[in-house]
């Protein structure tokens, strides 16, 4: 009978540790996708700022740029 305690102890805390795991991966998942996303939008930003000062350079100083 104590064997039995013992092992539905042991079980129980198998299962949560399990859960757990599961839990914190999907919390990394959805940090990675997150850091994806925010670093996606940052280069499509700086691209854009990029091509918008290449511009204001053409107008000032001519197609030589």
């Keep these: 009978a104590r064997c039995v305690s013992y092992c539905s102890k042991v079980i129980y805390s198998l299962l949560t540790l399990a859960t757990t795991l599961m839990k914190l991966r ?17 280069l499509i930003g700086l691209f854009e700022d990029n091509q918008l000062a290449r511009r204001i350079l053409v107008l000032l100083h001519g197609s030589s740029v």
């Design 26 to 42: 999907i919390i990394r998942s959805s940090a990675i996708s997150a850091l994806e996303k925010a670093t996606d939008a940052y």
